[in-house]
């Protein structure tokens, strides 16, 4: 166990729609960082907030945004979802930055059919 | 941008013998270096890494190489067991001023055969 808790584990839901994914960082640490997993790209970094701030972003689509807030869990919006958006969400999370070690959730399995 | 290639994608070794996993990265800046393992149904969990002031880096039947001259990286499992069969990940991060911004190659299936 990581200590760091992703819901729902699983969201099954329709092209068009918009869905909230949640985490809840291990105690103490500062950092979250978003990831989706699909089998042809890959783990594929998409953003990361520090104390509630946005520090960096990678591939994150203008139809995702996320927050950090002040308790420190961090929700990822994806909206007009489409079915290439199916994919295993992770969050993790550090003490700071990218260059320490970074605890990974169980993941969000999101299917858009 | 920063790139990681990963080599092989998929590797099969008998137990007990080693396995040897390669990624090369192309942005110089980058800095630190952290190999991930996936077990099936579970999210990545780190194994190891390594910073670019260090050249080799050990624990236990795991180690991690870098040759910064040449920008790749490697894994090496010795003696290996059952329980190492799962995905291994590398990753590079590239400090952009205060944004640091991290790349994970595509990933090697490791099996282990009995």
């Known amino acids: 166990d990581s200590g760091v808790t992703q819901t729902p584990k699983h969201l099954i839901t329709a092209t068009g729609q918009r869905v909230t994914l949640r985490c809840s960082p291990r105690?103490?640490?500062?950092?979250v960082y978003w990831y989706q997993q699909s089998l042809d790209q890959g783990l594929q970094f998409l953003i990361q907030y520090y104390n509630g701030e946005e520090r960096a972003k990678g591939n994150i689509l203008e139809r995702f945004s996320a927050q950090q807030f002040p308790d420190l869990h961090s929700e990822l919006n994806l909206s007009s979802l489409e079915l290439g958006d199916s994919a295993l969400y992770f969050c993790a999370s550090s003490v700071e930055s990218l260059t320490y070690e970074q605890y990974f959730g169980p993941g969000t399995r999101l299917t858009v059919t | 941008g920063e790139n990681v290639e990963q080599h092989p994608s998929t590797l099969s070794v008998q137990e007990g013998d080693s396995a040897v996993i390669k990624c090369t990265y192309s942005d110089s800046a980058s800095n630190y270096f952290p190999w991930y393992k996936q077990e099936l149904g579970k999210g990545p969990q780190l194994i190891i890494d390594i910073r670019s002031n260090v050249g080799e880096k050990k624990d236990q039947r795991i180690a991690v190489t870098l040759n910064k001259t040449a920008k790749h990286f490697s894994l090496h499992i010795t003696e290996t067991q059952p329980e190492d069969s799962a995905v291994y990940f590398c990753?590079?991060?590239?400090?952009?001023?205060?944004?640091?911004?991290?790349?994970f190659g595509k990933g090697t299936r490791l099996h282990i055969l009995p």
């Open positions: 990753a590079a991060t590239s400090p952009m001023n205060r944004d640091d911004k991290i790349i």
């Open positions: 105690s103490g640490d500062l950092s």
